[in-house]
Protein backbone atom coordinates (compact mmCIF):
# COMPACT_ATOMS: atom_id res chain seq x y z
CA UNK A 1 0.00 0.00 0.00
CA UNK A 2 1.26 3.58 -0.34
CA UNK A 3 0.88 5.66 2.41
CA UNK A 4 -2.19 7.44 0.96
CA UNK A 5 -3.88 4.59 0.99
CA UNK A 6 -2.41 3.38 4.65
CA UNK A 7 -4.28 6.69 5.68
CA UNK A 8 -7.51 5.95 4.21
CA UNK A 9 -7.26 2.32 5.39
CA UNK A 10 -6.67 3.79 8.81
CA UNK A 11 -9.33 6.47 8.59
CA UNK A 12 -11.81 4.07 7.58
CA UNK A 13 -10.96 1.88 10.33
CA UNK A 14 -11.28 4.50 13.26
CA UNK A 15 -15.07 5.49 11.40
CA UNK A 16 -15.94 1.60 11.63
CA UNK A 17 -14.88 1.94 15.40
CA UNK A 18 -16.83 4.47 16.54
CA UNK A 19 -20.14 3.33 14.94
CA UNK A 20 -19.34 -0.28 16.26
CA UNK A 21 -19.11 1.18 19.96
CA UNK A 22 -22.94 2.60 19.03
CA UNK A 23 -24.66 0.10 20.86
CA UNK A 24 -27.98 1.11 19.22
CA UNK A 25 -26.60 0.31 15.84
CA UNK A 26 -25.70 -3.18 14.70
CA UNK A 27 -22.70 -3.61 12.57
CA UNK A 28 -22.46 -6.50 10.22
CA UNK A 29 -19.57 -7.45 8.16
CA UNK A 30 -19.39 -9.52 5.38
CA UNK A 31 -16.12 -10.59 3.99
CA UNK A 32 -15.81 -10.95 0.49
CA UNK A 33 -14.15 -13.88 -0.92
CA UNK A 34 -12.48 -14.89 -4.20
CA UNK A 35 -14.71 -16.94 -6.50
CA UNK A 36 -15.16 -20.75 -6.56
CA UNK A 37 -14.74 -22.50 -9.69
CA UNK A 38 -18.82 -23.26 -9.64
CA UNK A 39 -19.28 -19.73 -9.54
CA UNK A 40 -16.72 -19.05 -12.27
CA UNK A 41 -18.64 -21.78 -14.76
CA UNK A 42 -21.94 -19.65 -13.91
CA UNK A 43 -20.43 -16.21 -14.99
CA UNK A 44 -18.65 -17.65 -18.00
CA UNK A 45 -21.51 -19.26 -18.58
CA UNK A 46 -23.81 -15.79 -18.27
CA UNK A 47 -21.24 -13.92 -20.08
CA UNK A 48 -21.71 -16.40 -23.15
CA UNK A 49 -25.10 -16.66 -22.90
CA UNK A 50 -25.32 -20.45 -22.21
CA UNK A 51 -26.44 -20.39 -18.99
CA UNK A 52 -25.74 -23.65 -17.21
CA UNK A 53 -25.40 -25.78 -20.28
CA UNK A 54 -21.31 -26.37 -20.74
CA UNK A 55 -19.62 -27.46 -23.43
CA UNK A 56 -16.24 -29.33 -22.80
CA UNK A 57 -14.51 -26.42 -24.28
CA UNK A 58 -16.34 -23.84 -22.04
CA UNK A 59 -15.53 -26.20 -19.55
CA UNK A 60 -11.77 -25.76 -20.23
CA UNK A 61 -12.38 -22.07 -20.68
CA UNK A 62 -13.48 -21.82 -17.29
CA UNK A 63 -10.74 -23.68 -15.94
CA UNK A 64 -8.03 -21.31 -17.74
CA UNK A 65 -9.78 -17.91 -16.52
CA UNK A 66 -9.94 -19.30 -13.15
CA UNK A 67 -6.19 -20.50 -13.62
CA UNK A 68 -5.04 -16.68 -14.58
CA UNK A 69 -7.16 -15.02 -12.04
CA UNK A 70 -7.20 -17.05 -9.16
CA UNK A 71 -11.34 -16.46 -9.05
CA UNK A 72 -10.93 -12.24 -8.84
CA UNK A 73 -14.49 -11.42 -9.55
CA UNK A 74 -13.19 -8.01 -10.48
CA UNK A 75 -9.79 -9.23 -12.09
CA UNK A 76 -12.15 -12.08 -14.29
CA UNK A 77 -14.31 -9.18 -15.79
CA UNK A 78 -11.02 -7.11 -16.68
CA UNK A 79 -9.45 -10.24 -18.23
CA UNK A 80 -13.41 -11.23 -20.27
CA UNK A 81 -12.74 -7.24 -21.59
CA UNK A 82 -9.57 -7.82 -22.69
CA UNK A 83 -9.66 -11.09 -24.36
CA UNK A 84 -12.88 -9.05 -25.98
CA UNK A 85 -10.57 -6.21 -27.20
CA UNK A 86 -8.03 -7.99 -28.65
CA UNK A 87 -10.39 -10.10 -30.20
CA UNK A 88 -9.55 -13.41 -28.52
CA UNK A 89 -13.35 -13.87 -27.98
CA UNK A 90 -15.50 -13.15 -30.62
CA UNK A 91 -19.00 -13.37 -31.37
CA UNK A 92 -19.80 -15.46 -34.36
CA UNK A 93 -23.16 -13.77 -35.73
CA UNK A 94 -23.21 -17.10 -38.67
CA UNK A 95 -23.20 -19.42 -36.02
CA UNK A 96 -24.91 -17.07 -33.33
CA UNK A 97 -22.26 -17.98 -30.35
CA UNK A 98 -19.33 -16.83 -29.13
CA UNK A 99 -16.07 -18.58 -29.98
CA UNK A 100 -12.45 -18.18 -28.76
CA UNK A 101 -8.91 -18.75 -29.67
CA UNK A 102 -7.87 -21.16 -27.06
CA UNK A 103 -4.19 -21.70 -27.44
CA UNK A 104 -3.99 -17.97 -28.27
CA UNK A 105 -5.09 -17.37 -24.75
CA UNK A 106 -3.26 -19.94 -23.01
CA UNK A 107 -0.03 -18.22 -24.12
CA UNK A 108 -1.31 -14.53 -23.65
CA UNK A 109 0.94 -12.61 -21.03
CA UNK A 110 -1.18 -11.61 -18.40
CA UNK A 111 -0.51 -9.65 -15.41
CA UNK A 112 -0.69 -11.39 -12.11
CA UNK A 113 -1.90 -7.62 -10.69
CA UNK A 114 -5.03 -6.23 -11.66
CA UNK A 115 -3.85 -2.72 -11.24
CA UNK A 116 -1.15 -3.38 -13.99
CA UNK A 117 -3.91 -4.77 -16.29
CA UNK A 118 -6.12 -1.63 -15.85
CA UNK A 119 -3.77 0.64 -16.65
CA UNK A 120 -2.36 -1.39 -19.51
CA UNK A 121 -6.33 -0.50 -20.91
CA UNK A 122 -6.37 3.09 -19.10
CA UNK A 123 -2.74 3.74 -21.31
CA UNK A 124 -4.91 2.90 -24.18
CA UNK A 125 -7.55 5.50 -24.20
CA UNK A 126 -7.07 9.21 -25.76
CA UNK A 127 -4.92 11.45 -24.16
CA UNK A 128 -7.40 13.87 -23.16
CA UNK A 129 -9.75 11.10 -21.33
CA UNK A 130 -6.82 9.85 -19.60
CA UNK A 131 -6.44 13.80 -18.74
CA UNK A 132 -9.83 13.96 -17.62
CA UNK A 133 -9.38 10.55 -15.48
CA UNK A 134 -6.11 11.24 -13.78
CA UNK A 135 -8.00 14.72 -12.70
CA UNK A 136 -11.16 12.64 -11.27
CA UNK A 137 -8.20 10.69 -9.59
CA UNK A 138 -7.40 13.64 -7.89
CA UNK A 139 -10.67 14.57 -6.24
CA UNK A 140 -11.42 11.00 -5.18
CA UNK A 141 -13.07 7.43 -5.25
CA UNK A 142 -16.25 9.54 -5.85
CA UNK A 143 -17.08 13.46 -8.31
CA UNK A 144 -19.27 14.64 -9.68
CA UNK A 145 -19.77 16.46 -12.95
CA UNK A 146 -19.29 20.05 -11.48
CA UNK A 147 -16.57 19.68 -9.21
CA UNK A 148 -14.51 17.89 -12.21
CA UNK A 149 -15.54 20.78 -15.21
CA UNK A 150 -14.30 23.14 -12.05
CA UNK A 151 -10.48 21.71 -12.74
CA UNK A 152 -10.59 19.63 -16.18
CA UNK A 153 -11.03 21.97 -19.72
CA UNK A 154 -12.91 20.78 -22.10
CA UNK A 155 -16.13 20.17 -24.14
CA UNK A 156 -19.00 17.18 -23.74
CA UNK A 157 -17.56 16.04 -20.17
CA UNK A 158 -20.73 13.95 -19.58
CA UNK A 159 -20.93 12.14 -22.78
CA UNK A 160 -17.25 11.11 -21.62
CA UNK A 161 -18.55 10.28 -18.30
CA UNK A 162 -21.56 8.29 -19.45
CA UNK A 163 -19.14 6.28 -22.58
CA UNK A 164 -16.47 5.82 -19.78
CA UNK A 165 -19.48 4.10 -17.69
CA UNK A 166 -20.29 1.84 -20.40
CA UNK A 167 -16.84 1.20 -20.50
CA UNK A 168 -16.78 0.17 -17.02
CA UNK A 169 -14.21 2.49 -15.67
CA UNK A 170 -16.71 4.97 -13.68
CA UNK A 171 -19.94 4.14 -11.80
CA UNK A 172 -22.87 6.41 -12.30
CA UNK A 173 -24.29 7.16 -8.75
CA UNK A 174 -26.63 9.67 -9.31
CA UNK A 175 -27.65 10.19 -13.00
CA UNK A 176 -30.08 13.46 -12.12
CA UNK A 177 -26.77 14.78 -10.08
CA UNK A 178 -24.21 13.36 -12.24
CA UNK A 179 -22.33 11.75 -9.59
CA UNK A 180 -19.71 9.43 -10.59
CA UNK A 181 -17.61 7.08 -8.55
CA UNK A 182 -14.72 5.08 -9.99
CA UNK A 183 -15.84 1.34 -10.63
CA UNK A 184 -13.20 -0.33 -8.53
CA UNK A 185 -11.11 1.37 -6.42
CA UNK A 186 -8.17 -0.43 -7.79
CA UNK A 187 -9.13 1.84 -10.63
CA UNK A 188 -8.70 5.15 -8.73
CA UNK A 189 -5.28 3.95 -7.82
CA UNK A 190 -4.29 3.01 -10.91
CA UNK A 191 -5.27 6.41 -12.61
CA UNK A 192 -3.95 8.36 -9.36
CA UNK A 193 -0.25 6.49 -9.78
CA UNK A 194 -0.86 7.94 -13.38
CA UNK A 195 -0.29 11.76 -12.22
CA UNK A 196 3.47 13.06 -11.53
CA UNK A 197 3.80 11.09 -8.38
CA UNK A 198 7.16 13.82 -7.53
CA UNK A 199 4.79 16.92 -7.39
CA UNK A 200 1.67 15.13 -5.95
CA UNK A 201 1.12 17.34 -3.22
CA UNK A 202 1.65 20.72 -5.79
CA UNK A 203 -0.97 19.30 -7.94
CA UNK A 204 -3.88 18.68 -5.12
CA UNK A 205 -3.24 22.45 -4.55
CA UNK A 206 -3.58 23.06 -7.83
CA UNK A 207 -6.45 21.77 -7.88
CA UNK A 208 -7.99 23.22 -4.62
CA UNK A 209 -6.70 27.13 -5.79
CA UNK A 210 -8.46 26.32 -8.65
CA UNK A 211 -11.52 24.97 -7.08
CA UNK A 212 -11.27 28.27 -4.38
CA UNK A 213 -11.26 30.52 -7.21
CA UNK A 214 -13.98 29.55 -9.10
CA UNK A 215 -16.86 29.17 -6.82
CA UNK A 216 -18.62 31.86 -5.45
CA UNK A 217 -18.92 31.96 -1.58
CA UNK A 218 -21.72 30.07 -1.13
CA UNK A 219 -20.19 27.29 -3.32
CA UNK A 220 -17.19 27.16 -1.45
CA UNK A 221 -19.21 26.76 2.34
CA UNK A 222 -20.66 24.11 0.46
CA UNK A 223 -17.63 22.29 -0.87
CA UNK A 224 -15.51 23.48 2.16
CA UNK A 225 -14.53 20.08 3.02
CA UNK A 226 -13.59 19.03 -0.49
CA UNK A 227 -11.24 22.16 -1.16
CA UNK A 228 -9.39 21.88 2.33
CA UNK A 229 -8.45 18.20 1.32
CA UNK A 230 -7.11 19.01 -1.75
CA UNK A 231 -5.10 21.63 0.41
CA UNK A 232 -3.93 18.78 2.92
CA UNK A 233 -3.44 15.83 0.54
Not at 60 to 75: C, P, R, S, V
Not at 96 to 120: G, Y
Not at 170 to 187: R, Y
Amino acid sequence: RNDKESEEKHVLMEVLTTIQDCKSVHVQTIEMKNMTKHDMAKLVGDSLGTGTVSTIDQSMLTDLIYQKTNGNAFFVKQFLLSLFEENLLSFDSNDFRWKWDMEKIKTKNVSTNVAELIIDKIVKLPSHVKDTLKMASMIGYQFDLKTLQLIQNGSNLSNMMIHLAKEGMITVVNHEEMKFSFAHDLIQQAVYSMNDTRNISALHLEVGRMMKSRLDEMECDRMIFVIVNQFNS
